[in-house]
């Protein structure tokens, strides 16, 4: 049977404006049961098949209506569940200091490379402070949607403080080995909610990145470096200050390679003779460096009331100036935590204190000297 020149056209030809066809079985010959003529030929569709209704797109790619389910594509018109959701556990131990963030699993991420997927990590902040000081990071999953990690991630020196004005931002970013990573989608959590010593578990929706401003440091704070542990004791026995340096958590990265060399140096101020200085010894390329290290200042109860203890961390560089990378003053003259483990070491001879404080990017005022009773 001839085929004209009509039934081979993607349109309809007919005098009227160009159409498309409604359906292109319906200008060529079908095979199917009972279409058959003169012993297995073909023929044409019967008269009673009349041409479809032109259907909507999705309906002819066989794609489900909002109402019938999911959207298609729907990561790119709807942020609560286009970039996709995280699983995750926190829990805050108080005697500890630590936050323990267990990074579970995440569903349905927004497809970042051209084969669909993605190379999915999870990286970890707390805000107000310096990124690179408080970084932490999962391994990466390599072409998925649907990771899995179940990796216990921990944050050392956390103070009750921190619990009430900090925030954990967890980000999820798909890393290319080409190029920038690319982020996928954030949550931020304050710390505030958590419960000491009760786990929360959160499986949340992404949302998209919120700038990083310096609002967030707050006005005429300083930037935070990192932490440190410390240990202050008043020896009656030999009438002087035992001071500990015990280690520090989440430098911040002085060098090229991601780590610093650091130490640490103490001060007793005023120090008009210059003899008050003492040096830990360098811990070689990290930024969680332990020293267990103790030094011992000869000073009467009463003289000691006066002066100010500045500790100060140190990245150590050959044949060039060290770099500082943060410091803390404890004294009459500080403030918060800083001054009252200091209250409490002049009230409570004798006795160990350890606390954990925090190293900012300037010391604070109460570093200066203070003047002598």
């Known amino acids: 049977m001839a085929i004209n020149i009509q039934e081979h056209m993607a349109i309809n030809?007919?005098?009227?404006?160009?159409?498309p066809i409604r359906q292109i079985s319906d200008y060529f010959p079908r095979r199917g049961p009972g279409l058959e003529v003169d012993g297995g030929g073909f023929g044409e569709a019967p008269a009673?098949?009349?041409?479809?209704?032109?259907?909507?797109?999705?309906?002819?790619?066989?794609?489900?209506?909002?109402?019938?389910?999911?959207?298609?594509?729907?990561?790119?018109?709807?942020?609560?569940?286009?970039?996709?959701?995280?699983?995750?556990?926190?829990?805050?131990?108080?005697?500890?200091?630590?936050?323990?963030?267990?990074?579970?699993?995440?569903?349905?991420?927004?497809?970042?490379?051209?084969?669909?997927?993605?190379?999915?990590?999870?990286?970890?902040?707390?805000?107000?402070?310096?990124c690179k000081a408080n970084k932490l990071k999962t391994k990466t999953?390599?072409?998925?949607?649907?990771?899995?990690?179940?990796?216990?991630?921990?944050?050392s020196?956390?103070?009750?403080?921190?619990?009430?004005?900090k925030v954990l931002r967890i980000s999820v970013c798909d890393e290319d080995k080409l190029s920038h990573n690319e982020f996928i989608g954030e949550i931020r959590v304050p710390l505030r909610?958590?419960?000491?010593?009760?786990?929360?578990?959160?499986?949340?929706?992404?949302?998209?990145?919120?700038?990083?401003?310096?609002?967030?440091?707050?006005?005429?704070?300083?930037?935070?470096?990192?932490?440190?542990?410390?240990?202050?004791?008043?020896?009656?026995?030999?009438?002087?200050?035992?001071?500990?340096?015990?280690?520090?958590?989440?430098?911040?990265?002085?060098?090229?390679?991601?780590?610093?060399?650091?130490?640490v140096k103490t001060y007793l101020r005023p120090d008009v003779?210059?003899?008050s200085k003492h040096k830990t010894c360098v811990k070689k390329k990290t930024l969680n460096p332990e020293f267990n290290e103790e030094f011992f200042y000869d000073?009467?109860?009463?003289?000691?009331?006066?002066?100010?203890?500045?500790?100060?961390?140190?990245?150590?560089?050959?044949?060039?100036?060290n770099d500082f990378i943060g410091g803390v003053s404890l004294g009459p003259g500080a403030r918060g935590e800083a001054r009252k483990h200091w209250s409490d070491c002049l009230q409570q001879p004798d006795t160990a204190l350890e606390r954990w404080h925090t190293l900012t990017s300037q010391l604070p005022p109460a570093a200066g000297a203070l003047p002598s009773a």
């Not at 000073?299 to 100036?321: C, H």
Request: charged content about 25%.
């Open 141 to 155: 999953q390599r072409n998925t949607l649907n990771p899995v990690w179940n990796e216990d991630l921990t944050y």
């Open 273 to 275: 003779d210059k003899k």
């Open 13 to 19: 030809v007919c005098p009227g404006p160009i159409r």
């Open 193 to 263: 909610r958590l419960k000491p010593s009760q786990k929360k578990h959160f499986n949340i929706c992404l949302e998209r990145q919120v700038p990083l401003e310096q609002v967030e440091q707050g006005p005429g704070l300083l930037e935070e470096r990192g932490r440190i542990l410390l240990s202050l004791s008043y020896s009656s026995r030999r009438h002087g200050l035992l001071v500990g340096i015990v280690r520090c958590a989440h430098l911040a990265a002085m060098d090229v390679n991601g780590y610093s060399d650091p130490y």
């Open 157 to 165: 020196g956390i103070t009750v403080d921190d619990i009430t004005h």
């Open 48 to 130: 009673h098949l009349a041409p479809l209704a032109l259907a909507p797109p999705a309906a002819l790619l066989g794609a489900t209506t909002p109402e019938e389910g999911a959207e298609v594509d729907s990561y790119d018109s709807d942020d609560t569940t286009a970039l996709g959701s995280l699983e995750f556990d926190l829990l805050y131990d108080q005697a500890s200091c630590t936050l323990h963030c267990s990074i579970l699993r995440a569903k349905g991420l927004k497809p970042m490379d051209f084969n669909g997927l993605a190379d999915p990590y999870v990286k970890l902040h707390l805000l107000p402070g310096a």
């Open 299 to 321: 000073m009467e109860l009463s003289t000691l009331a006066t002066k100010t203890l500045e500790v100060t961390v140190w990245d150590y560089d050959i044949g060039k100036s």
